[in-house]
């Protein structure tokens, strides 16, 4: 099997690392951390410069046609920088929902700004009491002449005070935890009757809080088929998951890479600590963990390129891992640097914090162990 990249790969991989190594250092992050909406929008217009945000739409929704494993490779990429900028929010989840079951009009409309940069989204798809399901909705969505009418509360909406618009899931039928009945909404972020409380999460990134208390919508503000929702939701879940996961192995290697080079220049008893065997194992047992996550990403990056039939068990299997291993070596890491290892002026604790995070997205270790025995 051949896992070389394409030319084409190659060159989007060195296009990522080299912005990373050259403009997106920690303290750097920092400051985007500190920024109005919790990133930097002049960087946010470079990524659309430099042709990131276009990667995984298709030619005929004005993207180059990038599949998984284009997504793996700028994702693990970020996620050695701690990329803090509004990807998966926007590209991979409201942008994958849009592309999957928007409208020609909604997507020639939408997905061109989301482009150049100009746009920005969010979805809304879970609420206090759903944990992992995205199928249990209890905002609804009533019907009112030509529109509909939206009441709810949504929590966890990546990047939501970021967004100008929101991709909210309600049920427009059915009892709160049933399959059928869910439906999509473009909700504009100054709709009438639209609250949102925004507050930093863990790892620097940030959330929102989103209530509806009656806000009216137009007919033409529905996304896709009414009460079909969650098969596209199930479905961009399983491929944001995947991308989470990516960016996971990636702040894995690096997290392995500075750890030995940490090891080689701090010096204990007068010797670098790296001569101490116990520690040698521990930086070994690291780089074991990265390979085995970094295995399963690529087969279940594979198989949905594949279209295979195993795909949803490949994931859950990756995340899984993820959540077991990758947190792991991120407390190897922290345990080898010492105290200094969670103070803020350190990336290594925040390498923790965001895998930790990474975890409670689209399903836990737990519930993706669970799922991976059902299917």
């Known amino acids: 099997m051949n896992f070389n990249y394409s030319e084409e790969q190659t060159l989007l991989k060195d296009s990522v690392s080299k912005f990373i190594h050259n ?26 410069e430099l042709g990131w945000l276009c990667v995984p739409f298709s030619e005929e929704d004005g993207g180059i046609g990038g599949g998984a494993l284009e997504t793996m490779i700028m994702m693990e990429e970020f996620g050695k920088g701690l990329v803090v900028e509004p990807y998966v929010s926007t590209v991979l989840v409201a942008g994958a929902v849009l592309a999957k079951a ?8 939408i997905l061109s700004g989301i482009i150049d940069g100009s746009r920005k989204l969010a979805l809304a798809a879970v609420e206090p009491q759903s944990r992992f399901d995205l199928f249990d909705v209890t905002t609804q969505a009533a019907a009112e002449g030509d529109g509909y009418v939206l009441s709810g509360r949504k929590t966890m909406v990546m990047h939501g005070a970021a967004a100008d618009t929101f991709i909210v899931s309600a049920r427009t039928s059915g009892a709160s935890r049933d399959q059928d009945g869910v439906s999509l909404f473009l909700v504009p972020a100054d709709s009438a009757g639209l609250e949102l409380q925004d507050y930093p999460t863990l790892d620097g990134h940030r959330a929102a809080e ?38 996971a192995v990636g702040m894995m290697e690096k997290l392995y890479r500075e750890t030995v080079e940490y090891s080689k220049n701090r010096k204990q008893f007068g010797v670098p600590i790296s001569v101490f065997q116990a520690l040698q194992h521990r930086m070994v047992d690291m780089f074991t963990l990265y390979e085995e996550c970094k295995s399963l990403l690529l087969r279940a990056v594979m198989s ?51 895998i930790n995070v990474i975890n409670t997205l689209f399903g836990n270790g737990d519930y993706h162990l669970k799922r991976f025995m059902s299917l």
């Open 23 to 48: 403009d997106y250092d920690y303290e750097t992050r920092k400051k985007h951390c500190a920024m109005d909406g919790g990133f930097d929008a002049a960087t946010w217009q470079t990524f659309a």
């Open 102 to 109: 928007g409208s020609a009009e909604q997507k020639a409309e």
């Open 210 to 247: 989103l209530t509806l208390n009656g806000v009216k919508l137009p007919a033409s503000s529905r996304v896709g088929d009414q009460g079909a929702a969650v098969a596209v939701l199930e479905a961009v879940a399983d491929e944001a998951s995947v991308a989470l996961c990516a960016e």
């Open 304 to 354: 949905h390129q594949a279209g295979a039939a195993d795909f949803r068990k490949n994931v859950s299997a990756l995340k899984y891992a993820v959540a077991v291993k990758g947190q792991k070596a991120a407390h190897e890491a922290v345990q080898i640097f010492g105290g200094m290892g969670m103070t803020d002026e350190m990336s290594v604790g925040m390498y923790l914090k965001r």
